[in-house]
Nanobody
Framework: QVQLVESGGGLVQPGGSLRLSCAAS????????MGWFRQAPGKEREFVGA???????FYSPSVEDRFTVYRDNARNTLYLQMNNLKPADTAVYYC?????????????????WGQGTQVTVSS
């Protein structure tokens, strides 16, 4: 049974940092591309960043140079390091398993999702 469990969210001041984790189980983690998405109230889920099975990464322009996606295959865990956070980054953050080894920016290309973790950036 595929499971994805996010953690690490919270309240942070503008300019601060957080690291989100996504613990994966029930599948061969190293063989799949993985992604991070976020959803703010009243908005659609949007792409944040993703990593291929070979550790190639790509990002939304709104977070590039501030966020980093990486994975630890030994721990079956996906991470999202977020620096210089802005109020516009406030959202529920979700990790997703890509349908293929090389994921895309579309939610349609992800078949399993975690429950989400809330990130609030406010002074």
């Amino acid at each position: 049974q595929v499971q994805l469990v996010e953690s690490g969210g919270g309240l942070v001041q503008p300019g601060g940092s957080l690291r989100l984790s996504c613990a994966a189980s029930g599948f061969t983690f190293r063989s799949f591309g993985m992604g991070w998405f976020r959803q703010a109230p009243g908005k659609e889920r949007e792409f944040v960043g993703a990593i291929t099975w070979r550790d190639l990464t790509f990002y939304s322009p709104s977070v590039e140079d501030r966020f980093t996606v990486y994975r630890d295959n030994a721990r079956n865990t996906l991470y999202l390091q977020m620096n210089n956070l802005k109020p516009a980054d406030t959202a529920v953050y979700y990790c997703g398993r890509g349908r293929r080894a090389v994921p895309s920016r579309s939610t349609d290309d992800y078949d399993y999702w975690g429950q989400g973790t809330q990130v609030t950036v406010s002074s």
